[in-house]
């Protein structure tokens, strides 16, 4: 209940192309959806956000959201060799309100 | 602005050997403070927490303990490290009436 599923383990993409990063989850009572962006040796920098909302967009970054299927994902349109970082997904919310869930990860290579 | 504190950066300490490492955050009060560990290659393993001082919430019975002596300090122990306690630990901040979790740099633990 309590878990945030995350797919794939890691994803090799060329520059300009549109990495997806798969999340879902159990607990209905999440309503904050956070994603981080980690560098090697760094500590994780938020990089969007979402509540139970269809749609994000940040930027080259998009967040579409399935409260029915309890599924979330993230695009990065044209991808760059600067975007190769671990991407974590999150949530927070009901009993876990205090507490951020992360998702185990995704590590993202854009390669030239 | 609020900024987070870690350190040390890097730490190689022998088996059986007692730790402590320290995170402090500037500019903001009543922080909620977390202490997180990553193995290499994995997720984000939430450790423990904290919502006020004195107030700890672990998430993972372990060889770790975790203390508030003060608002904005939480700290990380351990009496006698074992091997699988080598990783890298971040401690991170969410401010009461926000929503984002703000993470510091992280400290690289080796236990040899």
């Known amino acids: 209940q309590q878990q945030v599923k995350q797919s794939p383990q890691s994803l090799i993409v060329q520059k300009g192309g549109i990495p997806i990063i798969n999340c879902a989850y159990e607990n209905t009572a999440f309503d904050y959806f956070p994603w981080y962006q980690q560098f090697p040796g760094k500590g994780p920098a938020l990089l969007i956000a979402?509540?139970?909302?269809v749609e994000k967009k940040e930027g080259r970054f998009t967040i579409s959201f399935n409260k029915s299927a309890k599924q979330f994902s993230l695009h990065i349109m044209d991808s760059q060799p600067g975007d190769s970082a671990t991407y974590f997904c999150a949530a927070r919310g009901g009993t876990s309100y205090d507490k951020v869930i992360f998702g185990p990860g995704t590590s993202l290579s854009v390669i030239p | 602005s609020q900024t987070i504190h870690q350190w040390p950066a890097t730490l190689v300490q022998p088996v059986g050997s007692p730790l402590s490492l320290e995170c402090t955050v500037e500019?903001?009060?009543?922080?909620?403070l977390y202490w997180y560990r990553q193995a290499a290659g994995r997720g984000l393993q939430l450790l423990f927490y904290?919502?006020?001082?004195?107030?700890i919430s672990s998430e993972v019975p372990q060889n770790l303990s975790a203390s508030r002596p003060q608002d904005r300090q939480f700290i990380l122990s351990s009496k006698k490290l074992l091997l699988s306690d080598s990783g890298f630990y971040l401690c991170a901040w969410r401010g009461f009436m926000n929503t984002e979790a703000f993470f510091g740099q992280g400290t690289r633990l080796t236990v040899v």
């Open positions: 500019g903001t009060s009543n922080p909620n």
């Open positions: 904290s919502v006020g001082i004195g107030q």
């Open positions: 979402i509540r139970p909302d």
